[in-house]
């Protein structure tokens, strides 16, 4: 896995997760792991954020207050489409999924989960 972290060194994450746990573990697993990432709780604080800033890897959850993540993807879509997005559920089924793809989501990874389906999810992006 050093490689893949020697790679995403060189991109910029976004984080989107309003659950405080999952958020500051993802932020302190990329960021010991060198990588440049910015956690935000809702999305639309990161539809604010993209106006001025680019994004190369967004991982957002689905369920979130306000705007869900698949409302959010497809606003992103409209502005920006280069990214590679990750979808992370608890609440995950087929017709999400489904959805998911048709707004161009790459990756759906159920929660609960651990650093080594998010590592495995970035290695078959890349």
Not at 8 to 33: G, H
Not at 62 to 86: A, C, D, H, T, W
Not at 98 to 122: D, H, T, W
């Amino acid at each position: 896995m050093t490689d893949l972290y020697h790679r995403l060194r060189n991109l910029r994450f976004l984080l989107i997760e309003d659950d405080v746990w999952v958020r500051d573990s993802l932020l302190l697993f990329f960021e010991s792991e060198g990588c440049n990432i910015t956690a935000l709780q809702t999305a639309e604080e990161a539809l604010d954020l993209i106006e001025n800033r680019h994004f190369d890897i967004i991982i957002t959850d689905y369920r979130l207050p306000g705007m869900n993540g698949l409302e959010f993807i497809r606003k992103l879509k409209q502005k920006q489409s280069q990214q590679v997005i990750i979808l992370i559920t608890a609440y995950g089924n087929k017709n999400i999924f489904n959805e998911a793809r048709k707004a161009g989501v790459k990756e759906c990874i159920p929660k609960p989960f651990n650093s080594e389906a998010i590592e495995a999810s970035l290695e078959r992006l890349l």
